[in-house]
């Protein structure tokens, strides 16, 4: 798949469907010459022409018609003559910000080796991946730049970091590190983004490509709801459905940066890698630094087929463990219901109502742990609460287990309250500065990961919990944001790495939680997906996609994370009405429809329920278990984008094809156009399909091509669930 070709000094790395080409110009400077759809031979039809153009400096005195400035690169630095943005700004010994990294030579390696105590992209064999990895080294210093792209056999993706290493005799400082840098050749663009809030994460936002750069960008210690490590790049007339679009996410969990630039001359430069308003790292002479890992996708079956790649690839080379292809378990939490007034009590009669109505774990969230009495106290002593759990956790896991349903349970171990054991045992394990007052956030401050005592603790605490209780989940939150960044545990000239390091601490101590309980299954969660990102699903293969429950709200969350995640990672809840964010009253039936589309549990106090509602529940866990093979491993198509309009769209087609289940929205009434029809997505065309409850039977290209009408109630938020089978 990945080959050099000599006549024209270009790597291609190929699988047939999609091809990645750079080549090195004059001996030196790596060239970006192509991402797309395969093509046999990258001749330079498109190159652009190059002038003798104002203001552009010739790192070759003898050819002014070449400059950095305007030469298509693949990993450019600075103070070269490129002015554009850099991929990575390094600090020599001699405080100079000035270094010439040339092409030295390449390896081709079988399979994808990992990225030490980063998550990333896996090859399960030798034989589905490849890796280049091709070396520059300064001429001064002989630092190493090794830049390393993969590419699968069975994945239209290319995964590429960088790895620095510092010359023998010089240490060095870097500023500013990329993980990838592209330069896309002339050509409009559209650029979409997956920005948001607290309760509004992963929002499209479309734009075209104009002039100037637009900096996505989290320093808040957490990929953040804000935003999305994430550029998607489409041309102009690209829809769900059709035409070309190039994706590019970071496996990475922490503050990043990423860079579209448009260039006067016509391209765009695209960039993703650390934010160095919060990166620093010093490196001893001939010391090693790893980047994180960009993954990089083409499709030209529009942005749906953009998605199946990720959904592929994240399900299946970066979810690991006992969880990856199993289906997941229907969940009842007790957060909404009880926030932190839970007690065993509570817990029992709910996991055995859940059992009743077919629900499979119950998940204790926060309020368990000794003290936790409101959100003022007790973050960090994760032990239980003898007022509320007056016979131990260990005895209510047993009895809950013994009820019918499986037991997990909540933790936030990043996190300490200034009222708990843990600091005033350990003030000086928060990220602060000792100068300045810390900046509380929910009454709660961030420890020092960079601290591996405080690691270990983590790790000892939160396994001790889970050794007594035998948990088979757990859910991982984060609630605040970093500021005051300073560590008391580093010292003064590597406080800079702080940022990293607690991203790196972080890594270690799930690493090792799920090493020591692989069968426990992990979810993520920052106030809902906040850090829902890829970094995560490398050690937990699902995240709460959202503290918003409102079934109208969650519609458009679902949809813009459908872009890289599949709904298998993306937990979902049917909660109770008027909706705890919103207020809205929306029906059961919506509320389900929609928290099916994604990883389904309930969050609402079931006892309450009325007769009918009970029995529509456990309706509605009975078909959700039936076609769960299909919501959960099938295939996901957007149809009808809620960012757009009054409706809603989606369909999944089960691995086999066999199955094929549609949910559609209307959000608001509308007296004039009370039938709406959807064109289905990834049905064969020459089969026909069997509807579920009036056993009407459907030409798969009649309903791709015509549509499947959906007849939504004469009321407001109305959902549609048809499940169809091919016959
Ligand atoms: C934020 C989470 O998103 C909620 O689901 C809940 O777990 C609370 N934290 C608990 O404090």
Not at 119 to 127: C, I, L, Q, S
Not at 152 to 173: M, N, S, T
Not at 662 to 689: H, K, M, N, Q, S
């Amino acid at each position: 798949m990945i080959r050099f070709e000599e006549q024209e000094n270009a790597f291609y790395l190929d699988n047939g469907r999609i091809t990645y080409c750079f080549g090195i110009a004059k001996g030196r400077w790596l060239e970006s010459r192509w991402f797309g759809r395969h093509i046999r031979r990258i001749g330079g039809s498109a190159r652009p022409r190059y002038f003798d153009r104002g203001f552009c400096s010739n790192p070759d005195p003898e050819d002014k018609k070449f400059s950095l400035d305007t030469l298509p690169q693949e990993y450019p630095g600075m103070n070269e003559g490129d002015f554009r943005s850099p991929a990575y700004g390094i600090q020599t010994a001699d405080g100079r910000r000035v270094t010439r990294f040339v092409y030295r030579d390449y390896r081709i390696l079988p399979g994808k080796p990992p990225l030490t105590g980063l998550p990333a992209v896996y090859a399960e064999g030798e034989e589905e991946a490849e890796t280049l990895v091709v070396r520059l080294e300064d001429t001064a210093t002989r630092a190493q730049l090794l830049l390393y792209y993969t590419i699968f056999r069975e994945y239209d993706a290319i995964c590429r970091h960088v790895e620095v290493v510092a010359g023998p005799e010089e240490p060095l400082q870097l500023e500013t590190l990329m993980a990838m840098s592209l330069d896309f050749p002339r050509a409009d663009y559209d650029l979409l983004t997956l920005s948001g809030a607290h309760l509004q994460e992963k929002t499209i936002t479309r734009r075209p490509v104009t002039a100037d750069s637009v900096t996505l960008e989290s320093s808040r210690g957490a990929s953040s709801p804000q935003q999305t490590p994430c550029v998607l790049l489409t041309d102009p007339n690209t829809d769900e459905d059709r035409g070309r679009a190039w994706g590019i996410n970071l496996v990475y969990s922490g503050d990043f940066r990423a860079v579209v630039q448009k260039e006067p001359f016509g391209g765009v430069r695209v960039q993703m890698g650390f934010n160095p308003q919060t990166f620093g790292w010093q490196l001893a002479p001939a010391r090693r630094f790893v980047s994180p890992e960009a993954v990089l996708v083409y499709s030209d079956a529009g942005l749906n087929g953009l998605s199946h790649t990720f959904h592929r690839l994240y399900a299946r080379r970066l979810c690991r463990g006992y969880w990856r292809d199993r289906t997941r378990p229907v969940l009842l939490n007790s957060w909404e219901a009880f926030t932190f007034s839970i007690d065993e009590e509570k817990c029992l009669s709910l996991a055995r109502q859940a059992a009743d109505l077919g629900m499979e774990l119950f998940v204790l969230d926060d309020g368990w742990f000794r003290n936790r009495t409101d959100d003022h106290r007790a973050l960090g002593d994760w032990t239980a609460d003898p007022r509320k759990f007056p016979h131990g956790l260990g005895n209510l896991a047993r009895k809950i287990r013994e009820a019918g349903v499986a037991f997990g349970i909540w933790f936030e171990p990043e996190m300490v309250n200034r009222d708990s054991d843990l600091y005033r045992a350990h003030p000086d394990w928060i990220i602060r500065s000792p100068r300045y007052e810390p900046v509380p956030s929910r009454n709660q401050f961030v420890l020092d990961l960079s601290n591996p005592a405080v690691c270990d603790y983590l790790v000892e605490s939160v396994a001790r919990v889970l050794q007594e209780t035998g948990a088979a989940y757990v859910k991982w939150d984060m609630n605040r944001h970093i500021t005051d960044l300073g560590s008391a545990w580093l010292p003064p000239e590597r406080q800079r790495e702080l940022s990293h390091r607690y991203m790196l601490g972080l890594y270690d101590v799930l690493e090792r939680l799920t090493a020591r309980f692989p069968r426990v299954l992990f979810e993520g969660c920052s106030s809902g997906g906040g850090r829902f990102d890829a970094g995560m699903l490398y050690y937990m293969p699902q995240t709460w996609t959202s503290d918003n429950t409102d079934a109208v709200c969650r519609l458009q969350i679902q949809y813009g994370t459908s872009m890289l995640f599949p709904p298998v990672t993306m937990g979902a809840h049917v909660s109770a009405v008027p909706n705890h964010q919103t207020g809205r009253i929306t029906p059961l039936a919506t509320r389900f429809a929609a928290a099916m589309s994604g990883n389904l549990g309930y969050e609402m106090d079931i006892r309450t329920l009325s007769e009918a509602e009970r029995e529509e529940i456990r309706a509605q866990i009975a078909l959700y278990k039936e076609l769960r093979e299909t919501l959960q491993q099938g295939t996901f198509y957007r149809l009808r984008d809620p960012g757009t309009g009054n409706e809603a769209a989606w369909n999944f087609v089960s691995a086999d094809g066999q199955t094929v289940v549609c949910c559609a929205f209307r959000i608001l009434a509308d007296p004039l156009r009370r039938t709406t029809a959807v064109r289905l997505r990834g049905l064969d065309p020459e089969a026909d399909y069997r509807r579920e409850g009036d056993n009407a039977v459907f030409g798969g290209d009649e309903l791709m091509e015509s549509g499947l009408a959906a007849d939504p109630l004469r009321q407001d938020f109305t959902a549609a669930v048809t499940v169809l089978h091919k016959v």
